[in-house]
C-alpha cells in the first residue's frame, strides 16, 4: 500500500509557486565524468521509493506527486511522499530522513538544487539513485526529468506563424521573459524568438522579465504596449505572466477576439479558463502528472541498469508538451481529468 506523507493541504485553489512555471536558477549541472566511480544501486526488500517534493501546497506539484504515486502503483511498489513546503532546509533534512529510511529510489524536486549535492551523496552511500525532477540540477544526480522547454518555445512561433505567416506584415511582437537566471525561461524564449526572427514577416519589437508574476506579467505588457500601439502578439514564458499580460491587453483596448495573439506556457488552469473565454490564444501546456509518472519508471530502470537518456552528457531525459488552444481545449481537459 503507498504511503503519503503530508502535513500541508493538497488544495489550495489557484495558488501557482513560480517554480515549476519559471523554472530554475542555475543550469543543469554536467552529469559525472567518465572518470567518476560508478555507483551501484540496491533494490531493497521491500522495494520503496521515496519523493521529496517541494510543495504541496502548488496545484503543479500536487499533480506530480499524484503521477509518482500512481507510476509505484503500476509498477507494484511503495511510495512515500514528503511535503518540503517550500524550505530548503527542511528537504535537506526530510530528503536524509527518507533515505535513512531505507528506500531503494529516490526523487526529489529540489526547493534550491545547490543544496542537492550533499542528499545525492548520502543516497549514492546507501546505494540508492537520484532522480531530480524538475527545476534545476547540481551535484553526482543519476537522471533529470524536465519539460521539452526548447520544443514549447518553437511550438508558440509556429502557431504565431501559422496565424499571421500569410497576411502582409510585418507584425511585431513582445515577449515576457522570465526572471534573469531562470534556465528553463532562456530556453523558452530563445526558440521562440530564432523562430520567429527566421520569418521575414516577423519583428520582434520588445522583450521584457515579467518576473514569473501575473503583476510582472502586467507591468512588462503595459510597458510593450504604450511604445508600441500596434503590437499583434505577445508571447509569455509562463502563464501567470500571459494573465497579466491580458489585463494590460484590456486597458490598452487589445482583444484576441480583433485577432490580438497571446500566448502563455504552462496549462494552468487559469489560462485554460481565458482560452474558454477566447481572451487568450493558446498555452504551452506541460504534464506534471506524466513527469511523476516517468520519474518513477526511471528510478527503476536506474535500479536495472537499464536506463535511457534523451541528453547523455546531462543525464537528461525530456518530457513532451503540447499547445492549447480553443480547438482542443476540451480534449485536453478531458485528458487531464482523466488522471484525477
Known sequence: MRTLTSVAALAVAGLMLTACASGADEPAADAASGDAPVTEFEAKDPLTLGYSVYDLQNPYWQSYA???????????????????????????????????????????????????????????????????????????????????????????????????????????????????????????????????????????????????????????????????????????????????????????????????????FDGADGALDLIEQGLMSASVAQDPYGQGMKAVETVLALLDGTVEYDDEASKTIFFPVEMVTAENLDDFRESRAAQD
Open 66 to 264: 499524484a503521477g509518482v504515486e500512481a507510476g509505484a502503483e503500476a509498477a507494484g511498489v511503495d511510495v512515500t511522499v514528503v511535503d518540503q513546503k517550500s524550505d530548503q532546509q527542511q528537504q535537506v533534512s526530510g530528503s536524509l530522513d527518507l533515505v535513512n529510511q531505507g528506500i531503494s529510489g529516490l526523487i526529489v524536486t529540489p526547493v534550491q538544487p545547490s543544496a542537492l549535492p550533499a542528499t545525492i551523496d548520502a543516497a549514492h552511500g546507501a546505494k540508492i539513485p537520484v532522480v531530480i525532477a524538475d527545476i534545476g540540477t547540481a551535484g553526482d544526480y543519476d537522471a533529470y526529468i524536465q519539460s521539452n522547454n526548447v520544443e514549447g518555445g518553437a511550438l508558440a512561433a509556429d502557431y504565431v506563424i501559422e496565424q499571421l505567416g500569410d497576411v502582409p506584415g510585418p507584425h511585431k511582437v513582445g515577449v515576457i521573459e522570465l526572471h534573469a537566471g531562470s534556465v528553463v525561461g532562456e530556453e523558452r524564449v530563445a526558440e521562440f524568438v530564432s523562430t520567429i526572427e527566421a520569418h521575414e514577416n516577423f519583428e520582434i519589437v520588445s522583450s521584457l522579465d515579467g518576473n514569473d508574476t501575473v503583476d510582472g506579467g502586467f507591468a512588462a505588457a503595459q510597458d510593450m504596449l504604450s511604445a508600441n500601439p500596434d503590437l499583434e502578439v505577445i508571447y509569455a514564458a509562463n502563464d501567470d505572466s500571459a494573465m497579466g499580460a491580458h489585463r494590460a491587453m484590456e486597458t490598452a483596448g487589445k482583444s484576441v477576439a480583433d485577432g490580438f495573439i497571446l500566448i502563455g
